[in-house]
């Protein structure tokens, strides 16, 4: 039982000490130090004893009672400063900014604040404030407007080399010193950014104005080239119009054209086919009234007409050749003609021009084909005159032949002309019968063979004299007229 007793005790005086060593330990936070004060202390770094006791970031006994424990706060303070200044030019100014302090960390540093502050924490900053703008008035007193606006970390630097001695005193460091502003109620500042202002509008305006020339010219450069490009679209243009102008003449042209040669095929067969009749009629008039024993005018004469023929196929030929060359001309001549006008269109009159460029072409052309029809016309002259000169050689070489030529190709008319005397007896009585018909036909055929003596005589007379007699009734005293041609 005793025992028990005496457990219980020291149960009791367990808890006891505990509840004591609760009760007298006291842990210093690491944002805070702890003043203990009622006993003389000796505290490191400080020289004479200052009757507290400073204790940071740890724990330490405390008599209840005997020592009082308080508190002291190590964190950050800020005060702004709202600051009437007149500057060195006796400018009026209003500087406005942050100052952000603290405690410092040292044990010298801790000990004058707990001095100053340890109750009065809350007034830190306003005590704080009265020291800056003190020092802040003196410091703008010194310097211009132009020093505090381009220089602010100067006055800055020296409002807290300024202050730095009074906040060691307070026991007091400066984290952060921060001009924000600086107003001017008087415009200094604006007049004084006023011809800065003015040189930088000027610039800009300038540079506005350069930015307008540039886009002006690159505007006009750009309705230039909008300019070009409709100009080469309107010439292209014109230049497939005038193309489609020129096919479209060509197409009507090309019927007139056919129908032409058309009829120039009909005209060639019929005349073919008329040569043909002719030149039939022709043997048979040679097979039933001229006798093969005149070979040799025969040949005189085929020669003759081969010479005639050759020189009219010649001459045909020049003529066609003409017309070709002519025809060739004209197709150049419209061609360079359709191309001057393409030419005129593209400078932009396009419609007009090549309306008159084809007028001239066509124009050229008709000249072109007056020219070939003239040179036709003078080329199928000149073989006619070279085919009368041959008949008038052929009949000054031989008469006989060509006379006789004549009157074979001419005998049916002959015949018809000498028994037509009997076209206008109504009875005719005939006494010898059949050989009364015979004489009075011979007869009237008899006047062939006159014609032959008086063509003889007319030649012979041409011979004579160079020239056929003014009045053929001097031939014999007849009134009949040989034709040169034999027609």
Known sequence: ???????????????????????????????????????????????????FRIVTGRGTLVLPGVQAVRKLSLDLNETELQVDCVTHQGIPLKVRGVVIFKVGDDFVSIANAARRFLDQQKLMSERVHNVFAGHLRSIVGGLTVEDMIRDREKLTGQTRAACGTEMEKLGLIVDSLQIHEIEDPTGYIQNLAMPHAAAVQRDARIAQAEANRLATEAEQQSFARMAEATRDSEILQAGYQAERDKAAAKARQAGPLAEAGARQEVVVQETRVAELEAHRREQQLQADVRKPADAAAYETRTRAEADRDARISSAQAQAKETELAAAAEATRVKTAAGADAEATKARGEAAAQATRATGEAEAAASRARGLAEAEAAKAKGLAEAEAIKARATALAENQEAVVAQQLAENWPEIVKAGASAFGNVDNMVLLNGADGMADLFAKALTMGGTGLGLARQ??????????????????????QKVPMDGK
């Open 1 to 51: 039982m005793v025992v028990g007793v005496v457990a219980g005790v020291a149960v009791a005086a367990v808890l006891v000490l505990i509840g004591l060593f609760k009760l007298m330990w006291r842990v210093a936070e690491p944002n805070e130090a702890l003043i203990i004060s009622g006993s003389k202390h000796r505290t490191e770094g400080i020289e004479e004893g200052l009757g």
């Open 458 to 479: 007319l030649l012979a007379s041409m011979d004579r004299g160079g020239q056929a007699p003014q009045d053929a009734s001097a031939l014999n005293g007849h009134a």
